[in-house]
């Protein structure tokens, strides 16, 4: 079974300061994995993937990850927050035994405060 | 023009009524999802459809029965709504490519239902 961890329900940091929001994962064969934003009362968007090849992968509105296979982990970061990155971040996992289901960790509210 | 359009965004009913969300992709995608956000906003999927196939059925109560037309549509119906069943319910939809795990998923806006 594939699952996914957030361990911090909330993120605060001040504009300007770099961000990082924490996810772990365990799936039986090589991840694919996923960051999506959720802005209030909208539906989730793909920021940025892991497939293969590098492990710091670069998405949009200036987010990257960095893919830690002996940690299991797939940190999102950015190196200056915006009071505009304000939202609820989900880390999703698929195997590719498993190619037809993303599963979503609990969610990391992050606040950037000016 | 929207990718992934959910009808309608906002639903308010009693207990013990039958209602309906619609969902429309204009993405070419041929998999399409329902997940279900609760009130702590933890997602998790119920159904996923490829090309009008049942492809994933969660642990979903019998209540809850998709129904696909055609690829570009993936329509919930429930019966005798609880009130458990207050939510916001999201549609996505994926491309089915030979690395199909790898795809992306565009979700609608959500439809939020409120059982009273």
């Known amino acids: 079974a594939q699952s996914v961890a957030q361990p911090e329900d909330q993120v605060n940091v001040a504009e300007g300061n770099p961000l990082t929001v924490k996810c772990t994962y365990s799936?039986?064969?090589?991840?694919?994995l996923f960051w999506y934003v959720q802005y209030p009362n909208r539906g989730l968007q793909f920021l940025l993937k892991?497939?293969?090849?590098?492990?710091l992968v670069k998405g949009s509105y200036g987010f990257e990850a960095e893919f830690n296979k002996s940690q299991t982990s797939f940190h999102l970061k950015k190196p200056s927050a915006l009071v505009s990155d304000s939202a609820l971040y989900f880390c999703?996992?698929?195997?590719?035994?498993?190619?037809?289901?993303?599963?979503f960790g609990d969610g990391t509210t992050l606040t950037v405060k000016p | 023009d929207t990718a992934v359009s959910q009808t309608p965004k906002y639903l308010v009913t009693q207990m013990g009524n039958d209602k309906s969300i619609k969902c429309e992709q204009n993405l070419g995608h041929d998999t399409m999802y329902w997940y279900k956000q609760d009130s702590k906003k933890f997602l998790k999927i119920m159904f996923s459809y490829n090309n009008k196939e049942l492809i994933i059925n969660e642990t979903v109560p019998n209540r809850f029965s998709p129904k696909s037309p055609d690829k570009a549509h993936l329509n919930l119906h429930i019966n005798s709504l609880e009130l458990g069943d207050s939510a916001v319910y999201f549609c996505?939809?994926?491309?089915?490519?030979?690395?199909?795990?790898?795809?992306?998923?565009?979700f609608g806006a959500g439809s939020r239902l409120t059982v009273l």
């Open positions: 999703a996992v698929r195997d590719k035994a498993n190619a037809g289901k993303s599963t």
């Open positions: 996505a939809s994926s491309a089915l490519t030979a690395n199909s795990g790898a795809n992306v998923l565009t």
């Open positions: 799936v039986s064969g090589n991840p694919y």
């Open positions: 892991y497939i293969t090849g590098d492990n």
